[in-house]
């Protein structure tokens, strides 16, 4: 019985006009960006507060951002890690935190139902508002993220992708890996968690994504009881332009692996980018379609020389990296990276044609609501609105973005843009 | 406290309502072919998902890991639609498509604006019968899977610790072999050998069609008739059981392998939804599994990460839907300063202790809440709903089953997390395997650069 009548609010649902979902938007007292979609359907909602406090913010102490963030629900207010998480989980609510580049973000997941909301907010305020950064649990984490460390230089495709930023950005603050390196990280202290947290996660650096079955009004509530005891403080110096290589560089790192990783690029593309679609969607052409691409087309399927080839554009606040990637059994190294660069090098000369361009347009706007059909991936693309003050209306008008982009313009792009005598090359592997 | 919370959840009539699995329409045509349909209406999309009742554990020897390397040639063409032209033509439909092999199934699926429905149906009702497997395709597409292979198992050294974990832990079961196959079977597949395993396999009696999203269940079945109904059934040969013969002592292996970091694995047999007898030692273990590792206030974490520090990481699994018997599993990676042997003490302790002693009812609330949790969270994605009814069919359990998750996991006991440990997490039937870091010589090599560095 009560199911019938959430089938016939389903069943309403579906005969309204669909349309690309309708963004809130207002600030907080202190200032704030509060972004707020309502999905109806199931009663759960996703709250997300975002910081411009990532890796970028390091300056020399790599990896504290990520530190920082990895220690906040470690101890809060009186509430020892053991609380937090037992609060956390007795309602069911999923909390997790992390850094990228360019945000630092906690996030949670919960149902709408007011006891277990009410207690997974509170417990998320004072993970927010109250971190202890108590020395002990510093000590745990700092040697975890240590391990971590470790750990990753098992990887030869980890440590190509470190190598590889390194090539890029030199002295930029994107050059290092988010997670810091050992001789950074070994030296922190609690206090320098404390300072970096004091500084960055403050109301004027905040902004807040609400997706969920919750009404504006709760929306606003649930907003300024995130952020209510936050000092208003106030926003970080912009990220330092990128200064592009001056020349091509290839450097090779010796591992004991079967496999060769190959990367090539450059810095590439930023969110506000005038040129974003037109390398967006020649990218596509490239090796970002999935299995449709000519990267794809020429490593893979004519010639079976790796699983995985691909090409991507990681846009950010300041040029993200533009990576064409593959991995070969290690004696077929030169051959895959010939034939990489072959297939790149014609992209650029020629651009793509006609049918190639229809085909990425058919795809990309064929797909297109299959990019926000879930909470999960409507915060996402909130939050990247949010955070980098795309319009509001930035979904709605994503297609005929896509659709008004020329051959010519890719073209144009891409020289001026991914200039092939600057490309930077790494391997890692067994060489000979 | 927490417990009345938890009661509270369970009343409300939107919660509960929700994290029931929702109305799935069920249809068998004449051929044999199942077709499940689920209504969601949150988005205009769908998702289409074919299931083969095949996948590695159906492998004789010497052919390990060929549903695997036939999920690749189903990409390379029928007659209809030669080699490219499925991916070209989802792909100009603004589709993603892909497929994946398991142990026990191999599954096709596209995701699609749910107009576009037909797309899917027109093409994998096409290469269900009508693969052309075609020897230089294989050739080429060998040389993938073995990439695929190095780049997953071989240069991974926690993958390789988990091939020989398995390999070492089942004597006879076919859970021993890796999806992907084992090497010298990989690099000797024939063309005869593809085709004579799609024969075998690919039928529409052999198949479950799962369709999860903004569609009209009356209309999907219709579609379905239309594309599937046709093709001819094959005379299926019922699959031997293969049933693990008895372990009686502990194994103990070691994996040496390029690392930084030493890790651990331990595991002991255990039954799974479809072989437990009674039927509620299965949610009992799922229980048990969440008591160690459902979340970060689970054992795991707050005892050998937190309180003895003595883990770095540490996890446990238990992979309940499979269609034989499993491995219930432990890992984890030591701290400085640490041995694996240290963590294997700690471990069997942890394992000690449940054996011992009743879980308290704020940790068993604290699952039952987060599985409550979950089922409601789960309906956010059309795609783990589909894979949720895919899995529990294609392994023979039926798909009815996710409407009894929830409540069955609520009726287990703190007695029955008990009897579970006791009975299954037994020494005699538990296998241990070590990761031996060896050292990585590692120089970087800047000789080749054309050019110097950045301008300044």
Request: hydrophobic letters at 40%.
């Amino acid at each position: 019985m009560r199911f019938n009548l959430i089938g016939l609010v389903l069943l309403l649902l579906s005969q309204t006009v669909w349309s690309a979902a309708k963004i809130e938007n207002w600030q907080t007292p202190q200032g704030s960006r509060v972004y707020y979609v309502r999905t109806a359907g199931l009663p759960m909602v996703d709250v997300r507060v975002v910081f411009d406090a990532g890796s970028a913010r390091d300056e020399a102490q790599f990896g504290v951002a990520a530190l920082t963030s990895a220690l906040l629900d470690s101890g809060a207010g009186d509430l020892s890690a053991d609380d937090i998480a037992q609060r956390f989980e007795s309602v069911g609510a999923n909390y997790s935190a992390g850094v990228n580049e360019d945000m630092a973000w906690l996030a949670i997941r919960t149902l709408t139902e007011k006891a277990l909301f009410d207690k997974a907010l509170a417990t998320f305020e004072t993970v927010l508002s109250k971190p202890a950064f108590n020395q002990a649990d510093f000590e745990r984490e700092k040697a975890r993220t240590l391990a971590g460390l470790k750990h990753r230089e098992e990887s030869p495709g980890e440590l190509a992708g470190l190598a590889f930023n390194r090539a890029l950005y030199g002295d930029h603050p994107y050059a290092h890996p988010e997670t810091g390196v050992v001789e950074t990280v070994a030296g922190f202290s609690a206090d320098d968690l404390k300072s970096f947290y004091q500084k960055y996660y403050v109301a004027a650096n905040a902004m807040v994504v609400i997706v969920g079955d919750v009404s504006r009004e709760q929306a606003e509530q649930t907003a300024n009881q995130v952020l209510s005891k936050l000092p208003v403080g106030s926003k970080p110096a912009e990220i330092p332009a990128v200064t592009m290589p001056n020349k091509a560089s290839k450097q090779h790192i010796e591992f004991p692996s079967t496999q060769t990783h190959v990367l090539v690029g450059l810095p590439g593309t930023y969110r506000k980018d005038p040129d974003y679609f037109a390398l967006y969607v020649g990218n596509h052409i490239l090796g970002g379609g999935s299995m449709v691409s000519r990267l794809f087309e020429e490593v893979r399927e004519k010639r079976g020389l790796a699983y995985g080839a691909y090409s991507v554009f990681a846009p950010l606040y300041r040029q993200g990296p533009f990576m064409m990637s593959l991995q070969t059994r290690n004696d077929q190294t030169e051959q895959a990276l010939d034939v990489l660069l072959k297939t790149f090098n014609e992209f650029l000369d020629k651009g793509p044609s006609d049918k190639e361009l229809t085909a990425a347009k058919q795809n990309i706007t064929g797909g297109f609501a299959m990019r926000f059909d879930t909470n999960s991936k409507l915060t996402d693309y909130v939050a990247m609105i949010g955070f980098y003050q795309q319009p509001l209306d930035y979904l709605d008008t994503f297609q005929s973005n896509v659709e008004a982009v020329s051959i010519e313009q890719i073209k144009d792009a891409f020289k001026r843009r991914v200039k092939p005598e600057l490309l930077q090359t790494v391997t890692v592997g067994a060489g000979k | 406290m927490n417990y009345r919370l938890a009661a509270l959840a369970l009343l409300c009539p939107a919660v509960a309502a929700n994290a029931e699995a929702g109305k799935v329409h069920e249809h068998v045509f004449s051929n044999g072919l199942k077709l499940l349909v689920k209504e969601d209406h949150r988005s205009p999309v769908v998702v289409s998902q074919v299931w083969y009742k095949v996948g590695s554990s159906y492998e004789p020897g010497g052919i390990t890991g060929i549903s695997h390397m036939l999920e690749h040639m189903m990409f390379k063409g029928t007659a209809k639609y030669p080699a490219g032209e499925f991916s070209r033509i989802i792909a100009e439909n603004g589709g993603n498509e892909n497929a994946f092999t398991g142990q026990d199934y191999t599954a096709y699926f596209q995701t699609l604006e749910k107009s576009r429905l037909e797309i899917s149906f027109k093409l994998e009702s096409d290469r269900m019968r009508n693969l052309d497997l075609k020897a230089e395709e294989l050739k080429k597409e060998l040389e993938v899977v073995t990439e695929e292979r190095r780049m997953r198992t071989d240069d991974q050294p926690r993958s390789k610790v988990h091939e020989q974990f398995m390999a070492t832990a089942f004597t006879n079961s076919p859970y021993q072999n890796p999806v992907i196959g084992w090497p010298s079977d990989i690099a000797n597949y024939k063309v005869e050998d593809l085709q004579a395993w799609y024969q075998q396999w690919y039928a529409p009696n052999n198949a479950t069609l799962v369709v999860v999203g903004d569609v009209d269940a009356q209309q999907v079945e219709k579609l379905a008739e239309q594309y599937f109904a046709p093709l001819q059934p094959s005379v299926l040969k019922p699959v031997k059981p293969q049933d693990e013969s008895e372990q009686r002592g502990v194994r103990r292996i070691t994996v040496k392998a390029p690392a930084k970091l030493p890790y651990l694995m331990m595991g002991y047999k255990v039954p799974v939804l479809k072989t437990a007898k009674p039927e509620w030692e299965a949610y009992a273990l799922e229980v048990l599994a969440g008591v160690l590792d459902g979340g970060d206030s689970a054992r795991l974490s707050s005892r050998l990460v937190r309180g003895k520090q003595i883990a770095v990481s540490a996890g446990a699994g238990y992979d309940f839907t499979s269609r034989l018997p499993e491995i219930f599993l432990l890992e984890a990676t030591p701290a400085e300063g640490k041995t694996v042997f240290d963590l294997e003490y700690a471990l069997l302790d942890e394992v000690y202790q449940l054996k011992n002693q009743l879980i308290d009812k704020d940790e068993l609330q604290r699952i039952k809440a987060q599985v409550l949790a979950s089922a409601v969270y789960q309906k956010d994605s059309n795609f783990y709903q589909a894979m949720q009814l895919g899995t529990l069919e294609t392994v023979g359990i039926g798909w009815q089953k996710a409407d009894e998750y929830v409540d069955k996991i609520n009726q287990v006991t703190a007695e029955q997390v008990r009897e579970v440990a006791r009975k299954y997490l037994i020494e005699d039937t538990l296998t241990v395997a070590y990761l031996d870091p060896q050292p990585i010589t590692q120089a970087a090599k800047p000789a080749k650069a054309i050019g110097g560095h950045h301008a300044f």
